[in-house]
C-alpha cells in the first residue's frame, strides 16, 4: 500500500464522500434485510478497515450489499435467531477463505462484456430511480432497499407514482440544489477549485440551510424522518457470537452450515461480478486480483459474525462512488471505514443533521454517469449479439435484483453464443465443377458439442450421390460426441443416399482412425 504523499489527499476525499453516502446505506440494508441498524455499520466498519488491507483492489469499497438483503432477511427468518445467523457469517467467511486458497476467481474472466456493461447501466438506472423519492422527501422506502419490489410493499414505479403526493418542500430545495451543484461543478472552474470534495460541499449546504429553515422558515425544516438517523448504541453487544457459550453448538449446526455456504456463494458471486465491473470503471484501468479478493472477504466476514455484523461483499454503489470522487488508492476505502467508526462511535447526534435528499443528489449524480445514454449508442453499434444481452441485464436489475438480473443476461448471451455456433459452426462449400458433385465440410480449429446441432444440419442438407470431404485439417480438439456423429453419418445415412466420404487430416484423431 505505497504511495506518495502526495496523492494522499485524493484518497482522504474520496473516504469521506464514500463514508457519508455508505452511512445511510449500511443503516437501510440492515433494516431491509430485518436485522439490527447497527449490524450494518459494523459491516461497513469492518469492510472499510479490514478488507481494504487485505484487498489487492485499488477501487473496490466492501461493506453489506443490498443485492443479498433479501436473502440474509429469509437465513434468519429460517433460523429464528440473528446470533446464531452471526455463526453462518463466519460460516460463509470460511468457505470464502477456501475459495480464495482454492482460486476460484477465475470464474470472474467467463461473464461477458455485454453483461458487466448492463450492470453498472443498470445499478446506474436503479440508483436515478430509488433515489429520486428521497431526493424529493419521501423516505417510506429504506435507503439501501435496491430490490423491484420494497419492504414497503411499495415498487420502484408505484413510489414514483405516488411521490407528488408526500414532497416535503424543503428537503426537495436542498435536494435539487445539490443535484444541480453536482452537475454544474464538472463545469464549473471556481468549483473545481474548491479545498473540500465537491459532494462534502453540497453536505454542507444542505446542513447549513437545513439550519437557517429551523430558525427563520420552520414550514420548510426537513423532518428528523428525512435526516440521517444513526441508531444509539445503549444497549448494544458487539462481541455477542463471541462471547456465547453455545459457539461449538452454533458453528456445527446443519441449517448454520448450509446457510454459511448459500451465503457464501452468492456473496462471492457479487464480488467477482462487481470487482470486474469496476475495474472497467478505474480510469487507470488497473486489474484486483479475484483470488485475493475472495480471501479477503473472506476473513472479513468471520470478524463481521463475531462482532455482530451482516454478511459484507464488494458493492458497486459506494465503489463507483470512491471512483467518481477520484479515489487513488485502496487507502480511500481504509479511511471511509476509520471515518465510519468515528461516525458511529464520536460524533452520531452532528451526523443526524444531514438531510438525506443531499446524499441522494449525490447518488443520483453517480447513477447519471453510470447509466450513460451513449453507452447504449455503443453496444447496439458492436451488434445486437451484444446490445440484447446488455439490455436484458438492465431490464432484470431494475425489475428484480441484481443477481437475478445478471442471471437473465448471462442465459441471454449464452443463447447467442448457442445460435452462433449453431449457424457458423462449419464453412460447407460445394463443387459443380467436376462430373460429380463435391461437398467440402471444413471443421474449425475446436469443436465442442455444441457444434452438434449445426453438422447434424449440414449433413442432412447434403444431396443424394455426392463426394463428401471432411476437412480436418486445421482442426486441433473434437468432442466425441461429433466423432461419433461422423462415424454414425458414414455407417448409415452416407450408404442410404449413396455418398462416398474422404477424411482428410482426422485418421489420427481417437475413434476417427478407425474408420
Not at 422558515?217 to 438517523?229: G, K, T
Not at 470512491?322 to 488508492?329: F, K, L, P, V
Request: glycine share 8%; charged share 15%.
Amino acid at each position: 500500500m505505497e504511495k506518495s504523499l502526495g496523492a494522499i489527499k485524493f484518497d482522504i476525499r474520496a473516504g469521506m464522500v464514500v463514508a457519508l453516502v455508505a452511512l445511510p446505506l449500511c443503516l437501510g440494508i440492515a433494516l431491509a434485510s430485518n436485522a439490527p441498524l447497527l449490524s450494518g455499520l459494523i459491516s461497513g466498519i469492518v469492510g472499510g478497515i479490514v478488507v481494504s488491507l487485505i484487498s489487492g483492489s485499488n477501487t473496490s469499497v466492501s461493506g453489506p450489499a443490498a443485492g443479498i438483503a433479501a436473502v440474509v432477511a429469509g437465513q434468519i427468518a429460517l433460523i429464528g435467531s440473528f446470533e446464531v445467523f452471526l455463526g453462518a457469517v463466519v460460516v460463509a467467511g470460511i468457505f470464502q477463505i477456501l475459495f480464495g486458497l482454492m482460486r476460484t476467481g477465475f470464474l470472474a474472466s467467463f461473464f461477458p462484456n455485454c453483461v458487466i456493461k448492463g450492470l453498472l447501466a443498470g445499478i446506474g438506472i436503479l440508483l436515478i430511480l430509488k433515489q429520486i423519492p428521497h431526493l424529493f422527501g419521501e423516505d417510506s422506502d429504506p435507503t439501501g432497499d435496491f430490490a423491484f419490489s420494497q419492504i414497503n410493499h411499495e415498487t420502484t414505479f408505484t413510489q414514483l407514482l405516488s411521490l407528488f403526493s408526500h414532497i416535503e418542500l424543503g428537503a426537495c430545495f436542498i435536494g435539487l440544489l445539490s443535484l444541480a451543484i453536482l452537475l454544474y461543478g464538472d463545469h464549473s472552474r471556481v468549483l473545481k477549485r474548491l479545498p473540500i470534495p465537491l459532494p462534502l460541499f453540497i453536505v454542507g449546504i444542505g446542513v447549513l440551510l437545513n439550519s437557517f429553515f429551523i430558525y427563520f422558515l420552520p414550514q420548510l425544516a426537513v423532518e428528523s424522518s428525512h435526516l440521517v438517523n444513526l441508531p444509539s448504541l445503549e444497549g448494544f453487544s458487539m462481541g455477542s457470537l463471541w462471547h456465547s457459550h453455545n459457539l461449538a453448538t452454533i458453528m456445527t449446526d446443519k441449517m448454520v452450515l448450509t446457510a454459511g455456504l448459500t451465503i457464501a456463494v452468492i456473496a462471492s458471486l457479487e464480488t467477482l461480478l462487481n470487482l470486474n465491473a469496476v475495474d472497467k470503471l478505474d480510469p487507470r484501468q488497473r486489474s484486483s486480483p479475484p483470488n485475493r479478493e475472495l480471501f479477503a472477504q473472506g476473513v472479513g466476514n468471520v470478524i463481521c459474525g463475531f462482532l455482530g455484523g451482516l454478511p459484507i461483499t464488494s458493492v458497486i454503489v459506494r465503489s463507483s462512488v470512491n471512483i467518481a470522487s477520484g479515489n487513488y488508492s485502496r487507502w480511500s476505502a481504509f479511511i471511509h471505514g476509520i471515518l465510519l467508526t468515528i461516525a458511529t462511535f464520536a460524533i452520531p447526534s452532528l451526523l443526524n443533521c444531514i438531510p438525506l435528499a443531499s446524499l441522494a443528489a449525490i447518488l443520483v449524480a453517480t447513477g447519471l454517469k453510470l447509466a450513460n445514454p451513449k453507452l447504449i449508442i455503443r453496444m447496439k453499434e458492436e451488434g445486437y449479439h451484444q446490445l440484447i444481452p446488455f439490455l436484458a441485464t438492465i431490464i432484470g436489475i431494475v425489475f428484480t435484483d441484481l443477481l437475478i438480473g445478471i442471471f437473465i443476461g448471462l442465459v441471454c448471451s449464452i443463447g447467442f453464443i448457442l445460435y452462433s455456433n449453431y449457424k457458423r459452426a462449419f464453412k460447407v462449400e460445394i463443387d459443380h465443377s467436376s462430373s460429380r458433385r463435391v461437398v467440402k465440410i471444413k471443421l474449425p480449429e475446436h469443436v465442442s458439442f455444441l457444434a452438434k446441432p449445426s453438422l447434424q444440419r449440414s449433413l442432412d442438407l447434403i444431396p443424394h450421390n455426392s463426394l463428401v470431404q471432411i476437412d480436418g485439417r486445421q482442426n486441433e480438439f473434437i468432442d466425441t460426441d461429433i466423432q461419433d456423429l461422423i462415424i454414425d453419418f458414414q455407417e448409415k445415412s452416407a450408404k442410404t443416399k449413396s455418398h462416398d466420404i474422404e477424411f482428410m487430416g482426422l485418421s489420427s484423431i481417437s475413434k476417427l482412425s478407425k474408420i
